[in-house]
């Protein structure tokens, strides 16, 4: 199974309304990560955990919030968002974030900020 | 600062052979990847260079020269499925946190008929 699944495929959420992106693997992945991709352009690391830890916060803004409650879950919530935090937002695992692992991703969740 | 530089677009006709180029200049290097893009769609991975030279995968190649920062993916045969947008990303070290990927713009190659 190299499958990562995300949910949900499309979300559209008002700039008061709080939410939760969801991601899974079940490839015995330890690094799990976060991307934003907007249209035309290459997916922007977010956030990166390493056996179930923070290792990496690209100075993202605090209405994102990520959370990882076991190895094979990673959560991203959301809050207070913006219109221009609309974008694809891509989930991806690899086997271990110290060395260069292909990373394997998810379908992505289409969000719209209205 | 990373930089990674490929060419916004390329077309090219079905059977035909494409290569899509890229170079870097990064701070670290510990490999570059390739992914493909459909439109709507996750990256796919496709390959990965580490050591100089070709690697070939069936109808894909992908090279790597680690002295002139210079990578290509070559597409022999091409089907009108190939069309797509072709990622390149280098993977650098960041102290003791290694594997982040920086990715290029992408080329979005279009097949004709």
């Known amino acids: 199974d190299t499958e990562v699944t995300q949910t949900p495929k499309h979300l559209v959420m008002g700039m008061t309304n709080k939410k939760s992106l969801k991601c899974e693997q079940h490839?015995?992945?330890?690094?799990m990560y976060w991307y934003k991709q907007k249209a035309k352009k290459p997916p922007e690391l977010m956030f990166v955990?390493?056996?179930?830890?923070?290792?990496i916060n690209e100075s993202v803004p605090s209405r994102f919030s990520p959370e990882c409650p076991n190895s094979s879950l990673l959560n991203l919530h959301l809050h207070a968002l913006q219109p221009e935090d609309s974008a694809l937002y891509l989930c991806?695992?690899?086997?271990?974030?110290?060395?260069?692992?292909?990373?394997?991703f998810g379908p992505g969740t289409r969000l719209t900020v209205t | 600062g990373q930089n990674i530089d490929q060419p916004t677009e390329m077309t090219a006709t079905e059977g035909a052979i494409v290569q899509i180029n890229c170079t870097y200049q990064?701070?670290?290097?510990?490999?570059l990847f390739w992914y493909q893009q459909h439109a709507g769609e996750a990256p796919t991975f496709l390959s990965y260079?580490?050591?100089?030279g070709l690697e070939e995968k069936g109808r894909f190649s992908s090279f790597l020269s680690r002295s002139k920062g210079y990578s290509y993916l070559l597409l022999k045969e091409l089907q009108m499925k190939d069309s797509a947008s072709y990622l390149c990303?280098?993977?650098?070290?960041?102290?003791?946190?290694?594997?982040?990927?920086?990715f290029g713009r992408g080329t979005q190659l279009t097949v004709w008929p």
């Open positions: 955990y390493s056996y179930e830890k923070l290792s």
């Open positions: 490839m015995g992945h330890r690094a």
């Open positions: 260079n580490v050591l100089d």
């Open positions: 990064t701070s670290g290097f510990n490999g």
């Open positions: 991806a695992s690899s086997q271990a974030a110290e060395l260069s692992y292909e990373q394997y």
């Open positions: 990303a280098v993977s650098t070290d960041r102290g003791s946190t290694l594997g982040r990927l920086y």
